[in-house]
Structure formats: structure tokens, C-alpha cells
């Protein structure tokens, strides 16, 4: 496994430079991944590379330590953070203890002390490791932990085997509270393709169980238990409008169990419902939505209701009964997927016809399947029809088909509408990225515009958000909101006669310095330099 990651952070580059030259990094274990000025670069680089450990000064422009230290103990409960600092600053320091600050050391620095303080990191770094990774301790947590009862109880209400009319009677009998707000069911799928060397799968398996049950017992009230070869999360929400959330929560958990365990994990979110009834409907939904990781990659959290928005509120996949791997098969958008699941269906309606009768019926089935799923993901079943030849009355027409005929028209049918269905999908990312783009125009000059912020406007979640626009745009939102600020400074600085600080605050900055940091980072000049150099350019 490779040494644990490093970002080190100090506005003075001559400190950051003895601390790389003097330490001997790869020997203690750990890896620089890079270096950043200030507290706010801080933070990108943190959410780009996910270190394992910061070491910080506290004394910063734009962001001091201690704040920095804050923000990173919110976003990365599992980082470890070294603080180092002026004699005059240790008391002041030493009070942030709710920061969870591994170490404080004081200046200047000595490589030796550092060196004894990275090497007694390292150690208690591994123990933890190790320690989530002992299998006899994960085979206690997992028979100690595992509700046995309630689970059962859930499963039973997944498979749909609760009599009618009995259902108060077993949830009282299993002792499942209910929620005030609602339900919502998350998948935590654990590949098996990405095994860490010397690691069996399932030791892996419980690896991730115990991570992510820690984790999120933390931030959320839910119950866990296994399920087909995965980890289910039912969570109780407060509020519908919480899957959002959630869905950023999990996101961060799948990513932090990739950089901790070495484990792919993709997690998918079902829709919201309001009664333990319809816990079904969520549970289908976040199994769809993992199989998604087909469209937008492994390591994530997929939502359902954003990765599938085409879908309505109250679209059902068990709607789909016998169809459901075909329907499945149109949504990842894969032809040589769809042509043999069309085939599947062909070959079981052939084996269920003994009689013309029977044939005729199945056929009636298949096309009311085909009109339901139109409806439900808003394609034009009639459009598609009509691209196939059938004009008239289409159950009259292919009832009047062989099986080889009715072959070959399914897989021309499910073949338009999984073009139709990609035609809808870019149709409503390219809407995500220009409402962004709109909300930016609307509100850049604002200094506490974010990621966060526009997302909780969109109402869609940053994870998703975010694989989005880079998708559409080729950038990220973050660089896209910079450089939207910095062509406004730039028409500002040449139209106007305002100070540079109250153009900084015109486009969203604060704090002048960084501003005019943020502007030489992108042009090569000061915002002064600039604007002397037009007015030289002009002469």
C-alpha cells in the first residue's frame, strides 16, 4: 500500500522547502503530493487529491490555520492535521482543541522533531489501519452489530412477503420505529473486480461495512444490514428535500473508503417515500441507480431520481414485472446490451406460446410494457412506432408477425428509445449547467456564492452536480466561477475608475489581497499592472 498522502501548507515557500528537502519523506512513509500558499488553495487541493495528513502554519492571508483546520475537520473526518506555530501562538492554539489537531509544533522547525512526530503519526495511523482491517475484530463487529431481527423484517418488505393486512401486526412484532419525515434506501455496492493485494473479498467487504457504519451513523439515523452481495442503508429523514444531502454525504464516505481501505465502492440512492410500505419502491430504485455506474463511473454516489430525472415521482421499476433486465439494458444506453436483452425477451415469449392464443397474449404484454415505460421516462412511444413501420393499429399488426419478425422489431424499438432516452439525458445536464451558468450571472458578485450554494439552488446534489458540468463544460464549476469573476474584474478595471477593492468586492472578493491574488494568477498581472498597461496600450 503506498505511504500515506501529504499537502503541506504555508505561505512562506522557504519553510515548505526545508521541510522537503530536510525530511526524508518516503523512508517514514508518507508521500508530499504538493504544497499550498494559503488556506483557501488549502482547501481545492484537499478536495481534488484527499490527503491523508496536512501539516499547516496557522498564521495565513486569506485563511488562517485553526479556520482551515475547521473546514477540514467538517469535510474529511478522517484527515489528520499538524499545526505549526510562533512560541506566542501556542496558547492561542492549544485552546482549538474541539479541531481535533494531531500535533502542535512550534518554530522554527527541526527536521528532528518533525521527523519523531511523522514517525509516531505513522504508527498510530497503521495501528488504526490495521485495526479496521483485523478480520477476527470485523467478524465480532459484524455478529455484534448486525440487527438480525429488523433486517429480516426490511428484507421481507424488499421481496414483497408481508401478508396484506398484517403489516402493523410484524412491525410491531420486529419492533421497527417509524419516522415522522421519511424513508430512503442506499446501496452500497462493493466491487469485486478491485481487490487490494493479499486482501480476501470478504475481509474487504467488512472493511467497508464497518467504515461506512461508522461514518454515517454519525450524521445520520439509519439501520444496516446485507443484502444480496451488498451493504443497504435505510435511512429516516427528516424531510424528503434531505436525499440531497444525503446523497453528498454518501459521495464523501465512497471516496474517503476508496483513499482508506483501497476499496471501489459505488453507492446508489432510491428515491424518497413516506411510508415503510413503499419501502420496496426505494430499494428498486437505488439498486437501479448503482447500476448506473455503467453510465458515470465506480467510486461515486448516484441518485437516482438525478441520474434517471426523465423518470416521473411516481414511476415504479417493479411497474416493469418480467422486463425489468430489459428496460435496465435501454437505460445504460449499450447496443450490444440491448440487442441480447431484446433477445432474452423474444426467446421467453417463444418458450411461454404453445398456442396461438397464449402468443398473442404475451405479444399484448410485451407492447403494454413498451407504452409503460415510454410514459414513465416521457419518450413518444408513438414517434417510436411510427419509425418502425407501424402506422395503424400496432397489436394488430404485430400479432400478424412471426417470432423472427417480432425479433427483429424489438431490437430496432429498444434501440430508439435508448437513443431517445440519451438524447433526454444530455438534454437535462445541459439545463443543470445553464441554470448554474444563469445563477452565476445572477449572483457572482456575492462572496458566499459556492458549489454548495448553487447546487442547494438547483436543488440537485454536488456530486452529481459536479460530474455534470465538468462532463458538459470540460472544467469545473469552481475554475468556471473564477474565471467568470475575473473576465467581470477585467471589463471593470477597463470601464470604470473604481479602486481595485471595490472592484474586488463588485465580483465576490473581500479581502483585496486575495483578490488581486486570484486576478495575477489569471492574467499574469496585478489588477494595477493591468489596468496601467491598457492605458500605455491606448496612448
Not at 435508448?418 to 445563477?439: I, W
Request: proline residues 3%; glycine residues 6%; charged residues 30%.
Amino acid at each position: 500500500m503506498e505511504g500515506y498522502r501529504v499537502l503541506l501548507v504555508d505561505d512562506e515557500e522557504d519553510v515548505i522547502h526545508v521541510m522537503q528537502k530536510k525530511v526524508n519523506w518516503e523512508d517514514l512513509g508518507f508521500s508530499v503530493i504538493g504544497y499550498a500558499k494559503n488556506g483557501v488553495q488549502a482547501l481545492e487541493i484537499a478536495e481534488e487529491e484527499m490527503p491523508d495528513v496536512v501539516i499547516t502554519d496557522i498564521k495565513m492571508p486569506y485563511m488562517d490555520g485553526l479556520e482551515l483546520s475547521r473546514r477540514l475537520r467538517k469535510e474529511f473526518p478522517d484527515l489528520r492535521i499538524l499545526l505549526f506555530t510562533g512560541f506566542d501562538e501556542f496558547e492561542y492554539a492549544k485552546e482549538a482543541v474541539h479541531l481535533e489537531v494531531s500535533e502542535y509544533i512550534l518554530k522554527p522547525i527541526s527536521s528532528i522533531e518533525l521527523t519523531k512526530t511523522l514517525t509516531e503519526l505513522k504508527k498510530n495511523m497503521d495501528e488504526e489501519r490495521s485495526a479496521r482491517q483485523n478480520v477476527r475484530m470485523l467478524q465480532e463487529f459484524y455478529m455484534e452489530s448486525l440487527p438480525v431481527i429488523q433486517s429480516n423484517f426490511y428484507i421481507m418488505l424488499i421481496e414483497g412477503r408481508i401478508p396484506e393486512g398484517s403489516f402493523d401486526k410484524y412491525r410491531a412484532d420486529y419492533q421497527v420505529a417509524e419516522s415522522s419525515g421519511g424513508y430512503c434506501f442506499c446501496i452500497f455496492h462493493v466491487s469485486s473486480h478491485h481487490i487490494p493485494e493479499g486482501m480476501h473479498p470478504s475481509v474487504l467487504q467488512l472493511s467497508v461495512w464497518k467504515y461506512i457504519t461508522d461514518e454515517m451513523k454519525q450524521k445520520w439515523d439509519a439501520d444496516f444490514f446485507t443484502y444480496r452481495g451488498d451493504i443497504v442503508m435505510l435511512v429516516r429523514m427528516p424531510s424528503a428535500e434531505d436525499v440531497t444531502k444525503l446523497t453528498d454525504d454518501c459521495n464523501r464516505i465512497v471516496r474517503s473508503a476508496g483513499r482508506v481501505l483501497g476499496a471501489v465502492v459505488t453507492a446508489g440512492i432510491g428515491g424518497p417515500v413516506e411510508d415503510l410500505k413503499d419501502l420496496q419502491t426505494s430499494y428498486l430504485g437505488a439498486r437501479e441507480a448503482v447500476s448506473y455506474r455503467v453510465l458515470y463511473g465506480t467510486g461515486r454516489a448516484i441518485n437516482i431520481r438525478e441520474a434517471a430525472p426523465e423518470e416521473k415521482a411516481n414511476y415504479e421499476i417493479s411497474s416493469e414485472g418480467d422486463f425489468h433486465q430489459f428496460f435496465t439494458a435501454i437505460r445504460m444506453g449499450k447496443k450490444d446490451v440491448v440487442t441480447e436483452a431484446s433477445d432474452d425477451v423474444i426467446d421467453k415469449i417463444i418458450r411461454l406460446s404453445s398456442t396461438v392464443k397464449q402468443y398473442r397474449m404475451e405479444v399484448s404484454n410485451l407492447l403494454a410494457a413498451l407504452y409503460r415505460f415510454a410514459r414513465g421516462n416521457e419518450i413518444s412511444m408513438e414517434e417510436i412506432l411510427t419509425q418502425s413501420g407501424l402506422t395503424e393499429d400496432p397489436f394488430l399488426q404485430l400479432i400478424e408477425f412471426d417470432a423472427e419478425s417480432l425479433r427483429e422489431w424489438l431490437k430496432g424499438t429498444a434501440l430508439s428509445m435508448m437513443d431517445a432516452m440519451s438524447r433526454l439525458r444530455s438534454s437535462n445536464s445541459l439545463s443543470y449547467v445553464k441554470g448554474a451558468k444563469n445563477y452565476v450571472r445572477d449572483h457572482y458578485s456575492e462572496a458566499d456564492l459556492s458549489l454548495e450554494s448553487v447546487c442547494k439552488a438547483l436543488g440537485v446534489s454536488e456530486s452529481y452536480f459536479s460530474s455534470v458540468f465538468k462532463k458538459e463544460t470540460g472544467e469545473a464549476f469552481v475554475s468556471f466561477l473564477t474565471g467568470y469573476r475575473m473576465e467581470k474584474a477585467k471589463d471593470l478595471l477597463l470601464l470604470t475608475n473604481d479602486k481595485n477593492y471595490i472592484i474586488g468586492k463588485k465580483v465576490g472578493y473581500e479581502d483585496p489581497n486575495y483578490f488581486s491574488y486570484v486576478f495575477k494568477k489569471a492574467f499574469g498581472v496585478s489588477p494595477s499592472r493591468f489596468r496601467q498597461k491598457q492605458v500605455e496600450d491606448a496612448k
